[in-house]
C-alpha cells in the first residue's frame, strides 16, 4: 500500500470527450507529482503541486489538460478535448518523509 | 541523446541466477538515483533509493552508482519468477526534483 489511491483506475473515452482522474492521498503529504507513462516508455514528469500551490508544469502539458490541488490534499487533472495520442496511464506520486516519491496505481486512459 | 538510456530487453534468466540491470545517463547533475519495479498495468514500486555514489543492499537487491561513469546498477541475486516485472531505473537532481526514467527492462525469470 503505497498511501495514495488513484480513480478511476480506467477509463475509455471518445475522442473529443473531456476526463477528470483524480489522486487522493491517505495521510498528508506535501508534495504530490503527475507522471504519464505510455506503452513501452518510462514515465514522463507532467506537473507538480507543494501543498495547493502547482509549482512546475512540463512541456507536456499542452493548454487541454490543467490540474488543481485545492486544499493541500487531493489533486486533479483534467484532459479537455481528448485525443488518440493522450492515452496513457497517468499516474500520481507523493514524496515520502525522505524525498522518495511513492505512486500510486495509476488511471488507465484510451481515447478512441 | 536522451538523458537516461536503459536497454528495454527483454531479459530472460533462469530462476536462482543474478541477475544485472544497468542504466546510463547524461546528465551529471543527477546525484538521487532510483530503481523502480513496475508489474503489468500496476504502478510503478519504488526498490531502492540511493544518494550519489557507492552501494546499497537490501534483502536481494543490491543498487550500485558510478557517477564518475554516470552508469548505475542493479543486481538481484537468488532471482524468483515472482520477480518478473519491467524495472525502471530513475533519477533526480535534487532530492525533491521530479524523477527522470528509463524506459524500464522488461525481465523474465523462467522456472
Known amino acids: 500500500d503505497t498511501g495514495v489511491s488513484q480513480d478511476p483506475r480506467h477509463k475509455i473515452t471518445k475522442r473529443g470527450q473531456n476526463v477528470t482522474f483524480r489522486c487522493d492521498p491517505i495521510?498528508?503529504?506535501?508534495?504530490l507529482y503527475w507522471y504519464r507513462q505510455t506503452l513501452g516508455q518510462g514515465p514522463e514528469f507532467l506537473t507538480y503541486f507543494q501543498n495547493e500551490a502547482q509549482l512546475e508544469k512540463s512541456r507536456l502539458l499542452s493548454d487541454r489538460f490543467s490540474a488543481e490541488r485545492p486544499k493541500g490534499s487531493f489533486s486533479t487533472l483534467e484532459i479537455q478535448r481528448t485525443e488518440q495520442g493522450d492515452s496513457a496511464m497517468y499516474l500520481c506520486?507523493?514524496?515520502?518523509?525522505?524525498?522518495?516519491?511513492?505512486f500510486g496505481p495509476g488511471t488507465r486512459l484510451t481515447v478512441t | 541523446q536522451k538523458e537516461v538510456e536503459q536497454d528495454p530487453g527483454p531479459l530472460s534468466v533462469p530462476e536462482g541466477a543474478i541477475v544485472s540491470l544497468n542504466c546510463t545517463y547524461s546528465?551529471?547533475?543527477?546525484?538521487?538515483f532510483m530503481w523502480y519495479r513496475q508489474y503489468s498495468r500496476k504502478g510503478p514500486e519504488l526498490l531502492m533509493y540511493t544518494y550519489s555514489s557507492g552501494n546499497k543492499e537490501d534483502g536481494r537487491f543490491t543498487a550500485q552508482v558510478d557517477k564518475s561513469s554516470k552508469y548505475i546498477s542493479l543486481f538481484i541475486r537468488d532471482s524468483q519468477p515472482s520477480d518478473s516485472a519491467t524495472y525502471l531505473c530513475?533519477?533526480?537532481?535534487?532530492?525533491?526534483?521530479?524523477?527522470?526514467f528509463g524506459k524500464g527492462t522488461r525481465l523474465h525469470i523462467l522456472p
Open positions: 495521510s498528508e503529504h506535501n508534495r
Open positions: 530513475a533519477m533526480s537532481g535534487e532530492r525533491d526534483d521530479k524523477i527522470i
Open positions: 506520486a507523493l514524496q515520502g518523509s525522505t524525498y522518495e516519491q511513492y
Open positions: 546528465n551529471s547533475a543527477f546525484q538521487y
